[in-house]
C-alpha cells in the first residue's frame, strides 16, 4: 500500500504552476511563470497531494488587476476505495482563493483576452514614486485598506502568503473602517512602454508590502497639563464622551512593516532595494510617523533591510559624525561605560531623525564603525605578528568590541543570568563572534555591490533560508533595555507577520 501511496502521490510545490497572463494577439499569453516556495499550510506539512497521477494545477492571473484562476488537470485520478480517496484540490483550495477563481477555463480566457477595462486600468490609490531598470519604468502605488479597490487586488492575491511568506496570515477586511485605515497598501508594478494590444492595460504586477500603524508613545514629548477633577457633580454636570476630532494618522505613530513580497521572477534584479526604498521615503516624509520597524523579518529580508538602511545613512550623512572615542582609558577591572565609548546623545538624535527603531539602530552604528577598523587589526587577524599593527586601530577594535558586548548583554541578561560565570563569558563570546562574521559577511556584500543593488539584494522577498541567527533579538526597545520591556519593534500583538522562525541567538 504505501509502494501505492507514492505511485499515485505528488509534489505540491512543483505541481502548482503560478501564471501571469495578459492580452495576446489572438489569445492570452503567459508573460511570467513560477512555483511556490511552500504549501504546507494549504497542502500539509509534507507537500504532497494523493490521487493523481500527472498532476497539474495551473494558478492563473491577470497581470494588472490579478483576476485569479484555477485550472486543475491530470492523467490519471484514483479511484476510491473505501474511505480512501484522491483529495479535492479545488475543495481544498476554496478556502484560499475568491469565488471568482473557480470560473471555467475557456470562459476565463476568453473574457480576458476580450476585456477592454484594462486599457483605461490603474493601480488602485496613488503613485507615490517611479524608476527604472534597463530602460523599463516602474511604479509605486500607495492605498489603504479601507479603499474597496485596494481590497479587491489584496484579496486575490493573498494567495501568495501561504505561498511565499513562512508564517504568515490574511489580513481581514471585516475590521472596522478606522481599523482598515491604519493598513497601508504598497503596490509595485512595471509599466509598459508598448502594450501586446490596443485595449491591453499598461500595468503588471512585480509585488506588494503592507503596513501596520500603531501609536507610538513619545517620551520626550510634552506632557499635556493635569486634569483637576471638580469635588463635586451636579445633576446639571454634562459629560462628553465624544472621540477627538483628531484622525489616528495625525497621532505620533509607529510605522511596521508587515509583509513585503517581490515575485521570483523578478527577484535579485534591484527592486527589492528600490521598493523597500520607496516605502522608507514616503513613511520619513510623514511628520506623524516616528518610528519604522519591521514585523518578525526572515533572514533575506533582514540583510535588504540592513543593505538598504546602510547605504542611506552613509549617503545622508549620518555616519560622518559616529566615530569611537579612542581617547578614553580602558581600565584593568570594572565596567567601561558605554558612554564613554560613544556619544549616545548624538547616537539618539541621529536615531530620531532617520526614524529607526533602537535595535536596528544600533547594529547598524556597529556594523559602521567595524568597517573603519582595518581587517588585519581585528579579532584572529591580529594573531599574526609577521603585520605591523597599528596600536590606535588595536584599541579602536578592543572598544568596538566592548560596545558590543554591553548591547548584546543588557539584552540578553535574564537569559545569561541563568549560566555560571564561566559559561555566561563563552557564550556571550560566542554570541559576539556571531555578530561580529554577520557583520563582516554584510560589509562585503555592500562592497561587492557597488551601485549594483542586484550584487546585493538578497532576494528581495521573505520566506527563504539563509544566514544562520546567533543571538535572540527582535526590534528591541529605548535605551538597550532588557528584552520584555521594550517599547520599540517587540509589540505584544501580532498583525499580518511577515514571517514565522524560530528564536535563535544572534
Given at each position: 500500500m504505501a509502494g501505492q501511496a507514492d505511485e499515485w502521490s505528488a509534489d505540491a510545490n512543483e505541481a502548482v504552476n503560478?501564471?501571469?497572463?495578459?492580452?495576446?494577439?489572438?489569445?492570452?499569453?503567459?508573460?511570467?511563470?513560477?512555483?511556490?516556495?511552500?504549501?504546507?499550510?494549504?497542502?500539509?506539512?509534507?507537500?504532497?497531494?494523493?490521487?493523481?497521477?500527472?498532476?497539474?494545477?495551473?494558478?492563473?492571473?491577470?497581470?494588472?488587476?490579478?483576476l485569479p484562476n484555477l485550472e486543475v488537470t491530470w492523467d490519471r485520478k484514483f479511484k476510491t476505495i473505501g474511505e480512501i480517496s484522491a483529495l479535492d484540490i479545488e475543495g481544498t483550495l476554496s478556502d484560499w482563493l475568491p469565488p471568482a477563481a473557480f470560473e471555467k477555463p475557456v470562459t476565463y480566457l476568453t473574457d480576458v483576452q476580450a476585456?477592454?477595462?484594462?486599457?483605461?486600468f490603474n493601480p488602485p490609490g496613488q503613485k507615490i514614486t517611479s524608476y527604472k531598470i534597463k530602460n523599463k519604468t516602474f511604479e509605486v502605488w500607495r492605498g489603504k485598506l479601507a479603499d474597496p479597490a485596494v481590497q479587491r487586488i489584496l484579496g486575490r492575491i493573498q494567495i501568495f502568503i501561504p505561498f511565499f511568506i513562512e508564517g504568515g496570515r490574511y489580513l481581514s477586511?471585516?475590521?472596522?473602517?478606522?481599523?482598515?485605515?491604519?493598513?497601508?497598501?504598497?503596490?509595485?508594478?512595471?509599466?509598459?512602454?508598448?502594450?501586446?494590444?490596443?485595449?491591453?492595460?499598461?500595468?503588471?504586477?512585480?509585488?506588494?508590502?503592507?503596513?501596520?500603524?500603531?501609536?507610538?508613545?513619545?517620551?520626550?514629548?510634552?506632557?499635556?497639563?493635569?486634569?483637576?477633577?471638580?469635588?463635586?457633580?451636579?445633576?446639571?454636570?454634562?459629560?462628553?464622551?465624544?472621540?477627538?476630532?483628531?484622525?489616528?494618522?495625525?497621532?505620533?505613530?509607529?510605522?511596521?512593516?508587515?509583509?513585503?513580497?517581490?515575485?521570483?521572477?523578478?527577484?535579485?534584479?534591484?527592486?527589492?532595494?528600490?521598493?523597500?526604498?520607496?516605502?522608507?521615503?514616503?513613511?520619513?516624509?510623514?511628520p506623524s510617523i516616528k518610528e519604522i520597524t519591521v514585523e518578525d523579518p526572515n533572514e533575506a529580508f533582514d540583510d535588504l533591510r540592513d543593505y538598504c538602511d546602510t547605504r542611506r545613512l552613509r549617503a545622508n550623512g549620518t555616519f560622518d559624525r559616529i566615530k569611537i572615542n579612542i581617547a578614553v582609558q580602558i581600565p584593568q577591572k570594572g565596567r567601561l561605560p558605554t558612554s564613554s565609548i560613544i556619544d549616545k546623545a548624538l547616537l539618539q538624535q541621529l536615531r530620531l531623525r532617520n526614524k529607526i527603531a533602537?535595535?536596528?539602530?544600533?547594529?547598524?552604528?556597529?556594523?559602521?564603525?567595524?568597517?573603519?577598523?582595518?581587517?588585519?587589526?581585528?579579532?584572529?587577524?591580529?594573531?599574526?605578528?609577521?603585520?605591523?599593527?597599528?596600536?590606535?586601530?588595536?584599541?579602536?577594535?578592543?572598544?568596538?568590541?566592548?560596545?558590543?558586548?554591553?548591547?548584546?548583554?543588557?539584552?540578553?541578561?535574564?537569559?545569561?543570568?541563568?549560566?555560571?560565570?564561566?559559561?555566561?563569558?563563552?557564550?556571550?563570546?560566542?554570541v559576539f563572534q556571531g555578530v561580529e562574521g554577520d557583520y563582516v559577511r554584510l560589509l562585503r556584500g555592500l562592497e561587492l555591490g557597488g551601485q549594483d543593488d542586484r550584487a546585493v539584494e538578497g532576494g528581495g522577498s521573505n520566506g527563504s533560508k539563509g544566514k544562520k541567527r546567533f543571538i535572540e533579538e527582535e526590534e528591541g526597545g529605548e535605551n538597550e533595555e532588557i528584552r520584555g520591556g521594550s517599547s520599540g519593534d517587540d509589540e505584544t500583538e501580532k498583525i499580518g507577520r511577515l514571517t514565522k522562525r524560530p528564536k535563535a541567538w544572534r
Open positions: 503560478v501564471l501571469l497572463i495578459q492580452q495576446g494577439a489572438s489569445a492570452p499569453e503567459a508573460i511570467a511563470s513560477f512555483n511556490p516556495r511552500f504549501t504546507y499550510p494549504i497542502f500539509g506539512k509534507e507537500e504532497r497531494i494523493f490521487g493523481y497521477e500527472g498532476l497539474s494545477i495551473n494558478l492563473r492571473f491577470a497581470a494588472h488587476d490579478l476585456d477592454k477595462a484594462g486599457e483605461i477586511f471585516d475590521e472596522p473602517e478606522w481599523s482598515l485605515e491604519r493598513w497601508t497598501v504598497f503596490l509595485l508594478y512595471e509599466k509598459l512602454a508598448v502594450k501586446p494590444t490596443p485595449i491591453s492595460s499598461a500595468y503588471s504586477f512585480i509585488g506588494y508590502s503592507t503596513a501596520y500603524r500603531y501609536y507610538f508613545y513619545d517620551q520626550d514629548r510634552p506632557k499635556t497639563p493635569e486634569f483637576t477633577a471638580p469635588k463635586a457633580y451636579t445633576k446639571q454636570a454634562r459629560f462628553d464622551f465624544t472621540f477627538p476630532s483628531q484622525t489616528a494618522p495625525q497621532y505620533h505613530s509607529r510605522e511596521r512593516i508587515s509583509q513585503f513580497l517581490i515575485l521570483p521572477p523578478y527577484q535579485s534584479q534591484g527592486h527589492g532595494f528600490r521598493f523597500y526604498g520607496a516605502l522608507v521615503e514616503s513613511f520619513l516624509a510623514d533602537p535595535r536596528q539602530f544600533d547594529r547598524l552604528v556597529e556594523m559602521h564603525l567595524l568597517s573603519l577598523i582595518p581587517e588585519k587589526n581585528r579579532g584572529a587577524y591580529r594573531l599574526n605578528f609577521n603585520w605591523k599593527h597599528s596600536a590606535v586601530a588595536d584599541k579602536e577594535y578592543d572598544l568596538w568590541r566592548l560596545l558590543v558586548k554591553q548591547r548584546l548583554y543588557k539584552f540578553n541578561r535574564q537569559a545569561l543570568m541563568q549560566l555560571d560565570l564561566p559559561e555566561r563569558i563563552d557564550k556571550l563570546e560566542e
